[in-house]
């Protein structure tokens, strides 16, 4: 069966400073990944996908996330983060025919 | 465009009572999702409709959900008997499915508390 792996439940990160929010898979084929950010009381808001080619994807708002297949990880980078950025992001494999989710890292950022 | 929007954004309701939860979803959107995210279960899935129909109900967790979607529009989810444990938020998302590389666009969100 298909899971998703965010080990890291909460993180905090100075404003300006780099960010890597971890995601491990385990999917018995190629994997669709995606990253979406959830903010207090809303939705959740697509942020990247991966279904094939160039490894290294970029999404909006500045973030971008590497698939390594090696590793089964599809990782969240952001070069410099922003007080906006607070907010809970999860990672997410395409199951059969649903999305399955990770758990969820709290992104917490101070000034 | 429109996104896709759920109705009601809260709803407060008595422990025994049934609820309905709708969801409209972008123009065009073929396939629907109902997830539910609460504080001890995380994101799951409930129920996926293509078009009218609902080809997996695997994640309704008891018979007291159900779900309909009509005119491969607008759908409603149901929970009858409400118990405290249904309290969580019920997200609902919408595709238009290109084979298994579909993007799915997920609404704000109805909070449901059960008193």
């Known amino acids: 069966a298909q899971s998703v792996t965010q080990p890291d439940i909460h993180i905090t990160v100075s404003e300006g400073a780099s960010l890597e929010l971890r995601c491990n898979y385990s999917?018995?084929?190629?994997?669709?990944l995606f990253w979406y950010v959830q903010s207090p009381g809303q939705g959740l808001q697509l942020l990247l996908k991966?279904?094939?080619?160039?490894?290294l994807v970029q999404g909006i708002k500045g973030f971008e996330a590497e698939f390594k297949r090696s590793q089964s990880s599809f990782n969240l980078r952001k070069p410099s983060v922003h007080w906006s950025d607070a907010a809970e992001y999860f990672c997410a494999v395409h199951g059969f025919q649903k999305l399955v989710f990770g758990t969820g890292t709290r992104l917490l950022v101070s000034p | 465009g429109a996104g896709v929007s759920q109705s009601p954004s809260n709803k407060v309701t008595e422990k025994g009572k049934d609820v309905e939860l709708r969801c409209d979803p972008i123009?065009?959107?073929?396939?629907l999702y109902w997830y539910r995210q609460s504080l001890g279960q995380g994101l799951e899935f409930l129920i996926y409709f293509q078009g009218n129909s609902a080809p997996d109900k695997s994640g309704l967790p008891s018979d007291r959900f159900s779900a309909e979607r009509t005119g491969g529009s607008v759908s409603t989810l149901t929970i009858q008997r409400t118990q405290q444990e249904d309290s969580a938020v019920y997200l609902c998302?919408?595709?238009?499915?290109?084979?298994?590389?579909?993007?799915?666009?997920f609404g704000p969100g109805t909070r449901l508390l059960v008193l």
């Open positions: 123009s065009g959107h073929t396939a």
């Open positions: 999917y018995g084929a190629t994997p669709y």
């Open positions: 991966y279904f094939s080619g160039d490894t």
């Open positions: 998302a919408s595709s238009f499915r290109l084979g298994s590389q579909e993007t799915q666009y």
